[in-house]
């Protein structure tokens, strides 16, 4: 173990906290408020470790909404995991395949953006040991910050609205998701959709709008020539 | 909002979307080796979905078309939360702004 290389990724994950200890509180009072218990806040935390998608499945879950449906959503929100998984992939080609099935295991947005920006930059580092001192941080954080906020949620009166935090951490996300003229017309479509399609049975509004603005997107792209890669 | 479904369905639910989520994280770092590059296809498709589904999942919450459960404090609040977020891209920020004016207006108001 490289407890230096370790130690700079604490170090350099620190100031995301800031953001990542609400979220967490906001994903365990979520849980309460969707009539779910402690379990099944440690449940989510622990198996599928991806606050966007538990936010979204335990709002679609509250609603009564079909399985397939939750499932559907929380796995759509989730398929920028492959991106990252490809971006990063190439660092981690030569560690072994137990090394790189726990490596991916704690991978999500914050650890992949660290971590790659490190790895391009001149500094000398331990690749698993930087990545693993990022991504360790934000599991242990994430778990702690969601049972926490199951066992405050009970204690919350309604007129707080708390669950008006959820879309709030889904808007700061989705800000710099927008980086171009493709993305924004991406976000505008697919959030237009989403208010027209609320009423659509089967919670499948989201489904939809997301098909459609992901489509509109590529769309927009080719039609403007697009940036071709990244 | 209380779900009816029962331990049994949740914890099914939790499995599945825990072992698809894994299964992206780890689809290309386990491949690479095997393959090379991710598929020029792919990339463009994934490139929208974050814009998109957060989109899809942010707007609902703030406007609705149904005008008998329009919460004009929601639509401020979601307003002035979303000018916060793109000046300054801080999650912690723009939680505060909205949190803090829908409770403003609600308690203050």
Redesign the interface.
């Known amino acids: 173990m490289d407890t230096a290389a370790f130690r700079r990724g604490v170090r350099d994950v620190a100031p995301l906290l800031l953001g990542i200890i609400p979220f967490g509180l906001v994903a365990g009072i979520a849980t309460v408020n969707a009539g779910l218990g402690l379990p099944t806040a440690v449940g989510l935390s622990v198996v599928v470790f991806a606050g966007a998608s538990q936010l979204a499945a335990l709002e679609l879950l509250g609603q009564n909404a079909p399985l397939t449906v939750v499932v559907a959503t929380a796995v759509v929100i989730n398929l920028r995991l492959l991106m990252y998984s490809a971006s990063i992939a190439p660092y981690f080609r030569d560690f072994t395949g137990r090394w790189k099935a726990v490596l991916a295991y704690v991978l999500t947005d914050q650890a992949y953006a660290l971590s790659v920006a490190s790895y391009r930059s001149d500094r000398e580092t331990d690749r698993k040991w930087y990545y693993l001192g990022v991504a360790v941080t934000l599991w242990a954080v994430w778990q702690v910050t969601t049972i926490a906020g199951a066992l405050l949620g009970t204690g919350v009166p309604d007129a707080w609205g708390l669950e008006f935090a959820i879309p709030l951490v889904f808007l700061a996300i989705l800000v710099p998701a927008i980086e171009d003229a493709a993305t924004g017309i991406a976000a505008v479509v697919g959030g237009t959709v989403a208010v027209v399609g609320a009423g659509l049975p089967l919670n499948l509004g989201l489904l939809v709008a997301a098909g459609v603005g992901i489509t509109a997107g590529v769309l927009t792209e080719s039609a403007t020539g697009g940036t071709d890669g990244d | ?5 029962g ?1 049994v ?10 072992v ?3 299964a ?10 095997r393959l090379d590059e ?1 598929p ?1 296809v ?25 005008a008998g459960s329009f919460a004009a404090d ?1 639509f401020v ?2 307003a002035l ?2 000018g916060v ?2 000046r300054t ?4 920020a ?2 505060v702004t ?2 803090g004016v ?2 403003a207006i ?1 308690f203050l108001l």
């Open positions: 909002m209380a779900t009816n479904y331990p369905e949740i914890a099914g639910v939790v499995a599945v979307i825990g698809l989520t894994y992206c994280r780890l689809s290309f770092i386990a491949l690479f080796g991710i020029p792919v990339e463009r498709v994934l490139r929208f979905v974050p814009a998109a589904v957060l989109a899809a999942l942010v707007l609902p919450s703030f406007v609705t078309l149904d929601k609040a979601g939360a979303a977020a793109w891209e801080d999650v912690f723009t939680m909205g949190m829908l409770w609600r």
